[in-house]
């Protein structure tokens, strides 16, 4: 069974630091690139951060670039979101996702979910 589990969420004023983390099991990320995702209250889920399997090379949505920086740890089947200098309109629900059979940035082709944490950015 894989199960993606996101924890480190929480509330943290404007211009605050939060680091997500997502434990992988089922697959390795040696195989598998990671995204995370992002969905606020009446909104539709928003792609954010993007790392390859097979290289460091990563991808981001404009919103967050500059700001957030996406890792992974194939050691210890391990990704994680360093979110730096946070808005308030970055308040949402942080998904991180694996198995894409599309788009990088395509909620839709990404075939396993963690359940998601919530990051809530105070003004």
């Known amino acids: 069974e894989v199960q993606l589990v996101e924890s480190g969420g929480g509330l943290v004023q404007a211009g605050g630091s939060l680091r997500l983390s997502c434990a992988v099991s089922?697959?390795?990320?040696?195989?598998?690139?990671i995204g995370w995702f992002r969905q606020a209250p009446g909104k539709v889920r928003e792609f954010a951060a993007w790392?390859?399997?097979?290289?460091?090379?990563?991808k981001y949505a404009e919103a967050v670039k500059d700001r957030f920086t996406i890792a992974r740890n194939n050691a210890e089947n391990t990704a994680s979101l360093q979110m730096n200098s946070l808005k308030p309109e970055d308040t949402a629900v942080y998904y991180c996702?694996?198995?894409?059979?599309?788009?990088?940035?395509?909620?839709?082709?990404?075939?396993?979910w963690g359940q998601g944490t919530q990051v809530t950015v105070s003004s």
């Open positions: 089922g697959i390795s990320l040696d195989d598998h690139a």
């Open positions: 790392i390859a399997w097979n290289s460091p090379a990563t």
């Open positions: 996702a694996a198995y894409s059979t599309g788009p990088y940035d395509s909620a839709g082709h990404y075939h396993y």
